[in-house]
């Protein structure tokens, strides 16, 4: 994003064991930033927000497993997946978000969050499974393998492994903390009782976000 994972690669020369670690590590909280991990799970979060961190966690392991799956033969063997497949996934991630929108907004519709303690009453509506396999769908596609390409620059296979490992682990453990941030703020008496208020803008958001980015994967748009 903006050219930090280049910036960040610069600091290793690929020989150096403690410094492409550190590397793989700051390149795997920063990529938990990426504006569509944030818009899926900030979606996520709105729909369950007492399961807040499980979600975020979840989402990162299934993340994290697609990177490591896709990841080793890219670093390996340069094996990259085909082109369709890649922006298959990428078109996925655009309606999984459009779903996940589509759905908050569906439940405030029908008065979900009317009240500021109404989630006390409202069952989960997003189990682990479901989340990971978001975050699978996620790690298939989408930005992350931006930073699977740097690290597979690293002249050692075995190095280059172990920074994918440690990217994959640092995006998924980042997207816990930053989901149960955002719980915990959603769960503030001040927060919840202006929650209401603010949910059609988190649709809104989610929704334009996704149709944006299916079609930037399409090259409808730019």
Known sequence: MFGLDQWLMHFSDGTTLVIVLVVAVLLGL????DPDHLAAVTTLVTNDRGGATRLGLT????????????GVPIVLWEAYLPAGVEQGAEVMIGLVIVALAVWLLLRW????????????HVPPQRTPWQAFGIGLVHGTGGSGGVG????????????ALAALVLFAGCTAISMAVLSTGFGHL??????QRAFGRLVPGFGAFGLCFGVWYALGALAVVR
């Not at 989402?59 to 896709?70: D, E, K, P």
């Not at 959603?186 to 927060?191: C, D, I, N």
Request: hydrophobic letters at 55%.
């Open 30 to 33: 920063r990529h938990a930033s």
């Open 148 to 159: 699977v390409l740097l690290l597979a620059a690293i002249s050692s296979h075995a190095l």
């Open 59 to 70: 989402w990162g392991l299934g993340h994290a497993s697609a990177l490591i799956v896709f």
């Open 186 to 191: 959603l769960g503030r008496p001040r927060a």
């Open 109 to 120: 519709r029908r008065g979900a969050f009317a009240h500021a303690h109404s989630h006390l």
